[in-house]
């Protein structure tokens, strides 16, 4: 049996020299720079590990479903800002799908000012930056509304300010299920649940310019269903509307989906310019981390680390959706 | 013979500025199997189209069974439910089975129950001779077997007049005959068709009468045995010159 | 039978019924549709006069604070913008020397004019571009020719915006191209590692890559060399483009047929000069849409580096607001540079959309 040479000539020889070389590479450049931060570290007198996490973070989280006071560890304050950013996105992502069908649906309307105005939300939408529509939101939420002392009423117990939305809560309690209501008072409204300016402009801000983003994707998977469905459909004598309930939409569906998830995920990853307007997501928090402690590495990893996660646990549930319902082939 | 079952009455239709069908007149009585040929261009397919409405006329009357098709949608409606149409790839509905692809149609617009739609949709499946690919998906299925299910779709609604749009022409040689076969046992069973194909044997054997088409005009019509062997005009003698085999 | 060809080809006849026709298909084709005509129109009949009203006619356009004032914002202040616009459009940069970023500014994107249709690509192009470029640095920079050094830290606004977005997508597209080779290699450990570059880049938000740059691109780099801040976030953000880049060549690459690559290795080339000769080429100019559409996101993307205290567009936008005087006119202030932001934006895409359907033509002759 002849041995297999490792030289130049040969093909895999040629890749294995190749790899190893572009392997000592990258070790050289990572010891280098590990070796600048190592001593960069030290020089600031900065500590390293993640030790710092069952510290006090002595700082305050104005809110968010995890109990959290400035005498908690950090890492709460890490899992509150990771609920927080799960609290935004799994909302705005509530939000956002419904409009942007609509709005999609409204492009290919037959009457032309509906298409004509749908086809404005997207163009403006999708061609402003989002921080400049995060704070034009937040803005006007925070000059415009009316001061907490004397609020809006929306809807007999819901309140909008200044301060933010305040609506009714309902609460467990012993005797059943309890609606808590807002109550107006000299310095503001108390009670029920508060959903903060921040919070709301997040939200609004990330709905409507993903709801332009979802628009598209609705308006293309439309689009890419041939037309000979829809005239094999018309020509068995089926009305307009069943044709797209029967066959239209539910083969856009499948186009739809993959594009969807995308839009999902950079809703997601959008929430963190959160720290642009101060709501208290997970980069906010690090920032304020980082900006305390000057464990840059540590922090930058937790938040990367966290998006990841949600980037896989989405891309694990998309590939079984979309093995579930590709369509039969041979 | 009776009333024409279908009649054209100086039809004309533009696309944009192209005036793809110029003053055609048309009669087809009932039973009648029409074959229509032409080079590519000519308005052939679109000629077809305008009897269940997929396109519509700019001007002139499309008159199907005694109704004249209208811009109302309930009156095209009405129409597609007695012609039926067959298309060169096939548009079979690749999210529904096999079953469902033929059962769609008499549940949705037939109203017929399950049961008896499902029942009917067999037989026509038996009749093209794909019963057993039933409960399988149209990408499963070669195409020949698709065409024909095709057929079986347009079938189940009981239509007094087929139209064939070129429905072997998107097939591999070797399954265009398992297809011709099944639309010559539609036409030996008395099924007004009209059929736009290139298949010349196909209308030899079948047709009542074939028609050439050439720039949006019927230039010449005819029983097949003097069609082919007469052919009157000259652009008839062209065309045929170049179709036929040697 | 036959028939002569007598009937003459005509036009078509006008469309029936005219404007009345047309109303009934486009506005009222079915009761649905009708009443959404009506509820927009409606709609619009309320907005539109107070917009007007609002953005012009009542409208203060001199710089006078106690004209703004007295309007209560019952009317636009558009004078916020007479008062501020050259901090907004040029940042900290020195005042007198502001005539320099506009000029460059200028320079780039009459440059960018000339390049945008297909005709003026040829091999020269690409040197063209080096004398506009250093060009572009040295009348922002100085420091030459009598112009006195401006610090980047001094740079800002709209030219600002136009750097870094140009110098992020000139150096993000070669490291793609790199990326995306490497991707497809045959080789394990060097697609292995650029599969996970590209996937970790993608999977986190830009912020993160920001953050990078300004907390530990100073820890990484050995004492004594430091980095500006400028140029720390323009490291930063082509390193993160990069991978976007890539995904966008390597559906250039897929959507190449294999037979291209198979031809040429039949014929004897190396991988390199296939790569370099035949297939990169093409996937290059397939995918020249995507690629607008990665200019275009870029350039919305800088907007960020406001977080990271960069006085872009946005960031200058800020400063401006900053002045306590003149905070309350914010809504101006945001719709003057939202609307320079989406003059742009609509521009590159328009174009993009005109340059798919040019080469689509191209291609299939």
Redesign the interface.
């Given at each position: 049996m002849r041995r297999p040479r490792i030289s130049w000539s040969t093909r895999s020889g040629r890749?294995l020299v190749?790899?190893a070389a572009?392997?000592a590479i990258?070790v050289l450049a990572g010891w280098?720079?590990w070796r600048?931060?190592v001593?960069?570290?030290a020089?600031r007198q900065i500590r390293s590990g993640f030790r710092f996490l069952d510290q006090r973070a002595g700082f305050d989280i104005g809110e968010g479903p995890v109990p959290y006071t400035p005498d908690a560890t950090y890492l709460r304050a890490f899992a509150a800002g990771v609920a927080n950013t799960l609290r935004v996105s799994l909302l705005g992502i509530l939000l956002a799908t419904p409009l942007g069908t609509l709005i999609g649906l409204g492009r290919l309307?037959?009457?032309?000012?509906?298409r004509a105005?749908s086809a404005a939300w997207v163009?403006?939408l999708?061609?402003?930056?989002?921080?400049?529509?995060l704070?034009?939101w937040y803005?006007?939420l925070t000059?415009l509304l009316p001061d907490p002392a004397s609020p809006l009423a929306l809807a007999p117990h819901a309140f909008l300010s200044k301060a933010g939305l305040q609506v009714p809560l309902p609460l467990w309690q012993a005797g059943g299920l309890v609606l808590e209501r807002p109550e107006v008072g000299t310095f503001g409204v108390t009670g029920g649940l508060a959903l903060t300016p921040e919070f709301l402009a997040l939200l609004l801000g990330l709905v409507t310019a993903t709801s332009a983003s979802i628009a598209e994707i609705v308006r293309s998977g439309v689009l890419a269903i041939?037309k000979?469905?829809t005239?094999?459909?018309?020509?068995?004598?089926?009305?307009?509307a069943?044709v797209v309930r029967?066959?239209v939409l539910?083969?856009a569906l499948?186009v739809i989906v993959p594009p969807l998830t995308s839009q999902f995920?950079n809703l997601t990853?959008?929430s963190?310019?959160a720290?642009?307007i101060g709501y208290p997501d997970v980069?906010s928090i690090?920032?304020t981390a980082?900006n305390q402690n000057g464990q840059?590495?540590e922090c930058?990893l937790i938040?990367?680390s966290v998006?990841?996660t949600i980037?896989l646990v989405t891309a694990v549930a998309m590939g079984w959706y979309n093995r579930h319902v590709a369509?039969?082939?041979? | 013979m009776g009333e024409p079952i279908i009649e054209l009455r100086r039809v004309n239709k533009w696309f944009g500025r192209f005036h793809v069908l110029r003053d055609v007149d048309l009669a087809v009585s009932r039973g009648e199997r029409i074959v229509i040929c032409g080079p590519s261009g000519s308005g052939k397919s679109t000629l077809i189209r305008c009897v269940?409405g997929?396109e519509e006329h700019e001007e002139g009357a499309v008159v199907v069974d005694g109704v004249e098709l209208t811009d109302d949608?309930r009156t095209v409606?009405r129409i597609?439910?007695e012609?039926?149409?067959v298309?060169q790839?096939f548009?079979?509905?690749?999210?529904l089975t096999v079953l469902e692809n033929v059962t769609?149609?008499p549940i949705?617009?037939l109203r017929m129950p399950r049961a008896e739609a499902e029942a009917r949709a067999r037989d026509q499946l038996a009749r093209v001779r794909v019963a057993d690919q039933a409960a399988?998906?149209p990408?499963?299925l070669s195409g020949g077997q698709q065409q024909r299910v095709?057929i079986a779709?347009?079938l189940c609604?009981q239509p007094r007049i087929m139209l064939f749009d070129e429905p072997t022409s998107a097939l591999d040689p070797e399954m265009v005959k398992e297809v011709l076969d099944a639309i010559l046992d539609l036409a030996q069973q008395g099924m007004t068709m009209l059929v736009v194909t290139h298949e010349m044997g196909f209308a030899r054997s079948v047709a009542d009468r074939v028609i050439f088409m050439d720039h949006g005009r019927i230039v010449e019509q005819n029983a097949p045995g003097e069609f082919f062997a007469h052919p009157e005009n000259e652009r008839t003698r062209d065309f045929l010159a170049k179709v036929l085999p040697r | 039978m036959s028939e002569a060809l007598s009937a003459a080809v005509r036009e078509p006849p006008p469309p029936d019924g005219g404007a009345v026709a047309w109303l009934r298909?486009?506005?009222f084709?079915?009761v649905p549709?009708a009443l959404?005509?009506l509820l927009?129109?409606a709609g619009l009949a309320w907005l539109l006069p107070r917009a007007l009203d609002w953005l012009a006619l009542r409208a203060v356009f001199r710089p006078d604070y106690d004209a703004c004032r007295a309007l209560e914002h019952r009317a636009a202040c558009w004078g916020f913008v007479a008062e501020k616009h050259r901090l907004v459009l040029f940042g900290r940069y020195p005042y007198s020397e502001q005539w320099r970023p506009l000029v460059a500014t200028l320079l780039f994107v009459g440059a960018l004019a000339a390049s945008a249709h297909p005709r003026a690509w040829r091999r020269w192009l690409l040197a063209a571009w080096a004398p506009v470029l250093a060009a572009f640095f040295l009348l922002l920079r100085g420091g030459a020719l009598g112009l006195s050094p401006v610090d980047p830290a001094e740079w800002g606004g709209l030219p600002l915006t136009v750097v870094l977005t140009a110098v992020v997508v000139a150096a993000s597209i070669p490291v793609g191209v790199v990326l995306a080779l490497g991707r497809r290699s045959?080789?394990?450990?060097?697609r292995g590692?650029t599969t996970l570059y590209i996937e970790?880049v993608r999977?986190?938000?830009?912020?993160?890559v920001l953050?990078?740059a300004s907390?530990?691109f100073?820890?990484?780099?050995?004492?004594g060399l430091k980095l500006d801040a400028l140029a720390r976030v323009a490291l930063a953000m082509t390193f993160f483009q990069a991978a976007y880049m890539a995904e966008v060549v390597r559906g250039g690459l897929q959507a190449l047929s294999r037979g291209q690559g198979e031809a040429a290795e039949a014929l004897g080339l190396s991988w390199w000069r296939i790569q370099r000769r035949v297939i990169l080429p093409q996937a290059l100019v397939l995918v020249i849409p995507a690629f607008v559409n990665s200019l275009l996101s870029t350039f919305?993307?800088t907007?960020?580096v406001?977080?990271v205290s960069i006085y872009d567009l946005?960031g200058a936008l800020?400063l401006a607001l900053g002045d306590p005087r003149w905070r309350?006119f914010?809504?101006e202030g945001?719709l003057f540079?939202?609307t320079l932001?989406?003059a742009c934006?609509?521009a590159m895409?328009r174009y993009s959309h005109w340059l798919e359907r040019r080469l689509a033509r191209w291609a299939r002759t």
């Amino acid at each position: 049996m002849r041995r297999p040479r490792i030289s130049w000539s040969t093909r895999s020889g040629r890749a294995l020299v190749y790899q190893a070389a572009f392997l000592a590479i990258l070790v050289l450049a990572g010891w280098a720079l590990w070796r600048n931060t190592v001593h960069n570290l030290a020089a600031r007198q900065i500590r390293s590990g993640f030790r710092f996490l069952d510290q006090r973070a002595g700082f305050d989280i104005g809110e968010g479903p995890v109990p959290y006071t400035p005498d908690a560890t950090y890492l709460r304050a890490f899992a509150a800002g990771v609920a927080n950013t799960l609290r935004v996105s799994l909302l705005g992502i509530l939000l956002a799908t419904p409009l942007g069908t609509l709005i999609g649906l409204g492009r290919l309307s037959r009457n032309l000012l509906v298409r004509a105005l749908s086809a404005a939300w997207v163009e403006v939408l999708r061609n402003v930056p989002l921080v400049i529509q995060l704070f034009a939101w937040y803005l006007v939420l925070t000059e415009l509304l009316p001061d907490p002392a004397s609020p809006l009423a929306l809807a007999p117990h819901a309140f909008l300010s200044k301060a933010g939305l305040q609506v009714p809560l309902p609460l467990w309690q012993a005797g059943g299920l309890v609606l808590e209501r807002p109550e107006v008072g000299t310095f503001g409204v108390t009670g029920g649940l508060a959903l903060t300016p921040e919070f709301l402009a997040l939200l609004l801000g990330l709905v409507t310019a993903t709801s332009a983003s979802i628009a598209e994707i609705v308006r293309s998977g439309v689009l890419a269903i041939s037309k000979g469905q829809t005239e094999a459909a018309l020509a068995l004598g089926l009305s307009r509307a069943k044709v797209v309930r029967r066959v239209v939409l539910p083969q856009a569906l499948r186009v739809i989906v993959p594009p969807l998830t995308s839009q999902f995920l950079n809703l997601t990853k959008n929430s963190s310019l959160a720290v642009a307007i101060g709501y208290p997501d997970v980069v906010s928090i690090a920032n304020t981390a980082i900006n305390q402690n000057g464990q840059a590495l540590e922090c930058i990893l937790i938040i990367m680390s966290v998006y990841l996660t949600i980037n896989l646990v989405t891309a694990v549930a998309m590939g079984w959706y979309n093995r579930h319902v590709a369509l039969v082939e041979r | 013979m009776g009333e024409p079952i279908i009649e054209l009455r100086r039809v004309n239709k533009w696309f944009g500025r192209f005036h793809v069908l110029r003053d055609v007149d048309l009669a087809v009585s009932r039973g009648e199997r029409i074959v229509i040929c032409g080079p590519s261009g000519s308005g052939k397919s679109t000629l077809i189209r305008c009897v269940n409405g997929l396109e519509e006329h700019e001007e002139g009357a499309v008159v199907v069974d005694g109704v004249e098709l209208t811009d109302d949608h309930r009156t095209v409606e009405r129409i597609r439910r007695e012609v039926g149409m067959v298309f060169q790839q096939f548009n079979l509905f690749p999210h529904l089975t096999v079953l469902e692809n033929v059962t769609l149609a008499p549940i949705e617009v037939l109203r017929m129950p399950r049961a008896e739609a499902e029942a009917r949709a067999r037989d026509q499946l038996a009749r093209v001779r794909v019963a057993d690919q039933a409960a399988k998906f149209p990408g499963q299925l070669s195409g020949g077997q698709q065409q024909r299910v095709a057929i079986a779709r347009a079938l189940c609604m009981q239509p007094r007049i087929m139209l064939f749009d070129e429905p072997t022409s998107a097939l591999d040689p070797e399954m265009v005959k398992e297809v011709l076969d099944a639309i010559l046992d539609l036409a030996q069973q008395g099924m007004t068709m009209l059929v736009v194909t290139h298949e010349m044997g196909f209308a030899r054997s079948v047709a009542d009468r074939v028609i050439f088409m050439d720039h949006g005009r019927i230039v010449e019509q005819n029983a097949p045995g003097e069609f082919f062997a007469h052919p009157e005009n000259e652009r008839t003698r062209d065309f045929l010159a170049k179709v036929l085999p040697r | 039978m036959s028939e002569a060809l007598s009937a003459a080809v005509r036009e078509p006849p006008p469309p029936d019924g005219g404007a009345v026709a047309w109303l009934r298909r486009n506005l009222f084709s079915s009761v649905p549709s009708a009443l959404a005509t009506l509820l927009l129109v409606a709609g619009l009949a309320w907005l539109l006069p107070r917009a007007l009203d609002w953005l012009a006619l009542r409208a203060v356009f001199r710089p006078d604070y106690d004209a703004c004032r007295a309007l209560e914002h019952r009317a636009a202040c558009w004078g916020f913008v007479a008062e501020k616009h050259r901090l907004v459009l040029f940042g900290r940069y020195p005042y007198s020397e502001q005539w320099r970023p506009l000029v460059a500014t200028l320079l780039f994107v009459g440059a960018l004019a000339a390049s945008a249709h297909p005709r003026a690509w040829r091999r020269w192009l690409l040197a063209a571009w080096a004398p506009v470029l250093a060009a572009f640095f040295l009348l922002l920079r100085g420091g030459a020719l009598g112009l006195s050094p401006v610090d980047p830290a001094e740079w800002g606004g709209l030219p600002l915006t136009v750097v870094l977005t140009a110098v992020v997508v000139a150096a993000s597209i070669p490291v793609g191209v790199v990326l995306a080779l490497g991707r497809r290699s045959a080789m394990p450990l060097v697609r292995g590692l650029t599969t996970l570059y590209i996937e970790l880049v993608r999977g986190v938000p830009l912020i993160t890559v920001l953050f990078v740059a300004s907390f530990l691109f100073p820890l990484l780099l050995p004492q004594g060399l430091k980095l500006d801040a400028l140029a720390r976030v323009a490291l930063a953000m082509t390193f993160f483009q990069a991978a976007y880049m890539a995904e966008v060549v390597r559906g250039g690459l897929q959507a190449l047929s294999r037979g291209q690559g198979e031809a040429a290795e039949a014929l004897g080339l190396s991988w390199w000069r296939i790569q370099r000769r035949v297939i990169l080429p093409q996937a290059l100019v397939l995918v020249i849409p995507a690629f607008v559409n990665s200019l275009l996101s870029t350039f919305l993307d800088t907007s960020l580096v406001t977080v990271v205290s960069i006085y872009d567009l946005t960031g200058a936008l800020r400063l401006a607001l900053g002045d306590p005087r003149w905070r309350e006119f914010f809504l101006e202030g945001y719709l003057f540079v939202g609307t320079l932001y989406f003059a742009c934006s609509l521009a590159m895409s328009r174009y993009s959309h005109w340059l798919e359907r040019r080469l689509a033509r191209w291609a299939r002759t």
